[in-house]
């Protein structure tokens, strides 16, 4: 069993619509929580990272971190075309500092 | 500033052939990473180093791979002989420090095709 499981998808919405995205862990060390968005033929960015369990915004992109059900999401609202990326869940444990990727999700944002 | 830079972006080799890849980190980053990124998957961690020192080759396939930090700036990864199972992109990422949640900021990667 892997650590981090994340749906692959493909996911595809239309603009404006709510993308939403996440993952499930296994391991209780995990103490901190990404999100990258990674464009084709790119590098992963960091686009959103939260510690504690609940909701943190920033702009159209919220994080939600449920460390009792080992479950964090992603959710895009009012998505755009250039939303369209492969999206990284990540988590450091808090003993050794490691990433642990999950598998990426692809999505497409149609116009 | 500039990103973390790498080359070539592109590579083509035949089985057991051998390969190198370089790295440039952020300028000031005491920790650089190579991650391998099969594709449909996330990236790996492959080594870690903290200026010119390995904190972490857990991952390394050693009978094939090696990699260097030379004066704790750029780094080279090596594979010698390539498999086919080594097509994947290869990312470098460095931070200002490990043992801490700083960033990671990743290069384009370099993208490897065994044939």
């Known amino acids: 069993q892997k650590e981090v499981e994340q749906d692959p998808g493909p996911l595809s919405v239309p603009e404006g619509a709510i993308v939403s995205l996440n993952c499930t862990y296994s391991n209780s060390a995990f103490q901190y929580f990404m999100w990258y968005r990674q464009y084709s033929r790119k590098g992963p960015e960091l686009l959103m990272y939260?510690?504690?369990?609940g909701n943190k915004e920033d702009g159209r992109f919220t994080a939600q971190v449920d460390k009792s059900s080992k479950y964090i999401s992603l959710f895009i609202r009012d998505s755009q075309p250039s939303d369209s990326a492969t999206y990284l869940c990540a988590m450091i444990r808090r003993d050794d500092y490691k990433l642990s990727f999950g598998a990426g999700t692809t999505v497409t944002v149609r116009a | 500033e500039a990103g973390v830079a790498q080359s070539p972006r592109y590579k083509i080799i035949e089985k057991r052939q051998s390969v190198a890849f370089w790295c440039n980190p952020i300028s000031g980053h005491a920790t650089l990473y190579w991650y391998q990124q099969i594709l449909g998957q996330g990236p790996k961690l492959l080594i870690q180093f903290q200026n010119n020192g390995v904190v972490d080759d857990s991952q390394l396939p050693k009978d094939r791979f090696s990699a260097e930090r030379l004066k704790g700036v750029d780094s080279t990864l090596k594979i010698q002989p390539a498999k086919l199972e080594d097509s994947a992109v290869y990312l470098c990422a460095s931070s200002l420090t490990s043992g801490s949640v700083d960033t990671q900021y990743f290069g384009p990667g370099t993208r490897l095709t065994v044939l």
């Open positions: 939260t510690y504690s369990s």
